[in-house]
């Protein structure tokens, strides 16, 4: 963070002149009036007059005059150079990035368990791939996907631009036992480490898992590392709200794909959602992983004038009680 001195700014100037015009010329008059009245008794009394007294009622008025200038507030002003958090960013950004070369992640569930309809006439398996082939029309044709199936182990389907991936959808197939998530998940994030590229993670299962370790863990940890993840639960499986619950709390991104959605006007809607929350977090793993840096300069203030300003106001006004008069 940069940090470049400009200027003095008093915030409230109108307060300075109200109070000065109220304040000074009355004081100015009864200071006259006093020094004409003690002139008059000294001489009476044939008693010399102290320059003195004349030099301390001088203080005070400047005392006040301090105090006055004090309350417009006189502050430093700094500019100061923040970068930006992904979320003040926002839609700035995404039109930054929208046509950069990014990794888009692919982890898609072919457990058995995504054979099931939920009682409706198609299988989360095909929501699945309908949801990911959404995805896969939004991205640029700069971008890089990565393709891998899963289930009691990862398998890469495909590494390559968007058309060619599109392409290999059709090599997955739900037809394998236990669900390992955690391990997808490490699986992608080795190949993701060694792109070097910007990433961005998606996960699309039922969110049932019976194998390997725990995959809020995995998800949380690849995200903190940079790299942001988007959860997407497909189907109705409750074995999977407990993991779904701890990620929403997390902050992870977490979407929903259902069978009565995907059959309805909801579409459309759905595919909005899908198309920013895509574009906000490829502009966060720019940022996260440092191939983006988004700047802003913004004022600081800084009081000490009016700290330094009463101190100084005050140290002459009690001063100013030492006179003995």
């Known amino acids: 963070m940069e940090k470049r001195f400009m200027t003095i700014k008093i915030l409230y100037p109108e307060v300075i002149l109200i109070l000065a015009l109220s304040t000074i010329p009355p004081a100015i008059i009864l200071t006259y009036l006093s020094a004409v009245k003690r002139r008059n008794v000294l001489r009476m009394i044939r008693v010399v007059d102290s320059p003195i007294w004349y030099f301390l009622q001088a203080l005070k008025i400047l005392s006040l005059s301090l105090i006055i200038i004090a309350s417009g507030v006189p502050v430093n002003t700094y500019m100061v150079v923040k970068e930006l958090d992904v979320g003040v ?136 590392t940079g790299y942001p993840v988007i959860f997407v639960k497909v189907g109705f499986d409750n074995r999977g709200d407990r993991l779904v619950s701890d990620l929403v709390s997390s902050g992870i991104k977490v979407l929903y794909v259902n069978p009565n959605v995907i059959e309805s006007v909801e579409q459309s809607r759905l595919n909005e959602i899908i198309k920013n929350t895509i574009r906000e977090l490829r502009g966060e793993a720019f940022i996260r992983r440092r191939f983006i840096t988004m700047n802003l300069q913004v004022e600081e203030k800084d009081i000490s004038p009016t700290l330094f300003l009463v101190s100084i106001a005050l140290i002459i006004f009690l001063f100013t009680r030492l006179e003995g008069y």
């Open 89 to 224: 960013a926002g839609r700035k950004l995404q039109d930054i990035t929208v046509n950069l070369t990014a990794l888009h992640v692919f982890l898609i569930d072919e457990s058995y368990s995504m054979n099931y309809t939920d009682g409706f006439n198609v299988t989360r398996f095909e929501l699945a791939i309908r949801f990911v082939e959404n995805c896969l029309n939004m991205l640029n044709d700069n971008d890089k996907v990565l393709l891998i199936g899963f289930a009691k182990e990862p398998r890469l389907v495909c590494y390559g631009n968007v058309s060619q991936c599109r392409v290999m959808l059709r090599e997955f197939s739900p037809s394998r036992r236990y669900t390992d998530i955690a391990g997808a998940l490490s699986y992608a994030y080795t190949y993701v480490e060694a792109s070097q590229m910007p990433a961005l993670i998606v996960v699309v299962t039922d969110a049932a898992y019976n194998y390997g370790g725990n995959p809020y863990e995995a998800i949380v940890m690849v995200n903190k």
